[in-house]
């Protein structure tokens, strides 16, 4: 195996070849949108696939493939590969989605190219909520759904303070989400120092970020609430269309606005929880992949919103074999290193010239 030096430095070069250049931009605009949408497909399974090979345990890519095609067989690597990597690599993918999307429909609501899905609050209710379930000695298995239903109670009380007439207030938004974040992670730093050592690990690994421990039985119970999420962004998609144009014109072109920002906000929320519920807090995900997406395939939301789903799952997944290959067998945690990803290509895009208009897509 290479170095960790030497893996950390090749994770670099890879990280900043995600920005992509001006020629590579002009060069994807020869292609049809339908043929960009299959060449991200494809990029997003070769991702899975790769990261299927990594992880802790000295397993051959021989050993991977024959587990891989004959998944009924036993053996020491059929039972790792089918119980631990398969898993692992599903849930990646479907948090990149869930936090892509969301990003994606946030951006787009609110017409803020700077805003990422965590506005609502839901990340810190969850993580303030899974704080004090630790403090008060809950059992492990319960704390992946009390962060789900902390983290959406937490959204609806943001949607609520957000309220204005029968719509939502974008400002308003922003204020109470930014507001409760600090409110709740004040919680969680009080509960930090009330139990110094004693529990903090477990909540500073929700906090951090991570995949470990997670399996088939989280990701059932969490899928059907961000498949309804998806489907409602989905049929969301025309409205949203409208408006990013502003509420202005949606209105003129018959768009329900008030209903639209309801179901956009509702369907943000759903997939957000999911994910905060599997990995903790994950952050940069739903604030740059969807600059990502529109430099690809353009701002028009059919085509945006598929490409930020499979850009997300790609990135995570790859993110999170890193996580596990630079330093085996200890992890980083996966908003550590998205952090330093995130961090860095961020300030490319937009204090680059022209940058802040280039992140709206326009």
Request: contains cysteine; hydrophobic residues 60%.
């Given at each position: 195996?290479?170095?960790?030096s030497?893996?950390f430095?090749?994770?670099?070069?890879?990280?900043?070849?995600?920005?992509?250049?001006?020629?590579?931009?002009e060069?994807?605009?020869?292609?049809?949108?339908?043929?960009?949408?299959?060449?991200?497909?494809?990029?997003?399974?070769?991702?899975l696939?790769?990261?299927?090979?990594?992880?802790?345990?000295?397993?051959?890519?021989?050993?991977?493939?024959?587990?891989l095609?004959?998944?009924?067989?036993?053996?020491?690597?059929?039972?790792?590969?089918?119980?631990?990597?398969v898993?692992?690599?599903?849930?990646?993918?479907f948090?990149?989605?869930?936090?892509?999307?969301?990003?994606?429909?946030?951006?787009?609501?609110?017409r803020?190219?700077?805003?990422?899905?965590?506005?609502?609050?839901?990340?810190?209710?969850?993580?303030?909520?899974i704080?004090?379930?630790?403090a008060l000695?809950?059992?492990?298995?319960?704390?992946?759904?009390?962060?789900?239903?902390?983290?959406?109670?937490?959204?609806?009380?943001?949607?609520?303070?957000?309220?204005?007439?029968?719509?939502?207030?974008?400002?308003?938004?922003?204020?109470?989400?930014?507001?409760?974040?600090?409110?709740?992670?004040?919680?969680?730093?009080?509960?930090?120092?009330?139990?110094?050592?004693?529990?903090?690990?477990?909540?500073?690994?929700?906090?951090?970020?991570?995949l470990?421990?997670?399996?088939?039985?989280?990701?059932?119970?969490?899928?059907p609430?961000?498949?309804?999420?998806?489907?409602?962004?989905?049929?969301?998609?025309?409205?949203?269309?409208?408006?990013?144009?502003?509420?202005?014109?949606?209105?003129?072109?018959?768009?329900?606005?008030?209903r639209?920002?309801?179901?956009?906000?509702?369907?943000?929320?759903?997939?957000?929880a999911s994910?905060?519920?599997?990995?903790?807090?994950?952050?940069?995900?739903?604030?740059?992949?969807?600059?990502?997406?529109?430099?690809?395939?353009?701002?028009?939301?059919?085509?945006?919103?598929?490409?930020?789903?499979?850009l997300?799952?790609?990135?995570?997944?790859?993110?999170?074999?890193?996580?596990?290959?630079?330093?085996?067998?200890?992890?980083?945690?996966?908003?550590?290193?998205?952090?330093?990803?995130?961090?860095?290509?961020?300030?490319?895009?937009?204090?680059?010239?022209?940058?802040?208009?280039?992140?709206?897509?326009?």
């Open positions: 195996m290479a170095r960790p030497r893996l430095t090749g994770f670099l070069k890879t990280s900043a070849c995600v920005v992509l250049r001006e020629r590579d931009a060069a994807l605009l020869m292609f049809s949108l339908p043929a960009r949408i299959g060449l991200l497909a494809l990029l997003a399974l070769a991702a696939a790769v990261s299927v090979f990594v992880g802790g345990s000295p397993l051959g890519p021989g050993e991977i493939a024959r587990a095609t004959h998944p009924h067989a036993g053996g020491d690597a059929n039972a790792i590969v089918w119980s631990l990597r898993p692992r690599v599903a849930i990646a993918a948090v990149g989605i869930a936090l892509a999307v969301a990003g994606f429909l946030m951006q787009g609501m609110l803020n190219p700077l805003v990422d899905p965590f506005l609502t609050g839901v990340s810190a209710g969850a993580g303030a909520a704080a004090i379930a630790v000695g809950v059992a492990a298995p319960f704390l992946p759904p009390l962060g789900f239903a902390a983290g959406l109670g937490t959204a609806l009380l943001v949607a609520l303070l957000a309220r204005r007439g029968s719509g939502i207030d974008a400002e308003r938004l922003i204020l109470a989400g930014v507001s409760l974040s600090a409110l709740f992670s004040s919680f969680v730093a009080l509960v930090l120092l009330r139990l110094a050592r004693n529990g903090a690990d477990s909540i500073l690994a929700w906090l951090t970020g991570s470990a421990g997670r399996g088939w039985n989280e990701l059932l119970a969490t899928a609430y961000a498949l309804a999420g998806l489907a409602v962004a989905l049929a969301a998609v025309p409205s949203l269309n409208a408006l990013r144009l502003g509420t202005s014109i949606a209105r003129a072109v018959g768009v329900g606005v008030a639209t920002q309801w179901l956009l906000l509702g369907a943000a929320s759903l997939l957000t994910a905060v519920s599997l990995s903790g807090i994950v952050g940069f995900v739903g604030l740059i992949v969807p600059h990502l997406a529109r430099r690809i395939v353009g701002s028009d939301g059919r085509y945006a919103l598929v490409a930020s789903a499979l997300g799952a790609g990135l995570v997944a790859v993110a999170d074999a890193f996580c596990r290959a630079l330093f085996p067998p200890i992890e980083i945690p996966l908003g550590v290193l998205l952090a330093f990803v995130g961090v860095p290509t961020f300030l490319y895009l937009y204090l680059r010239p022209a940058g802040a208009t280039r992140l709206w897509g326009t």
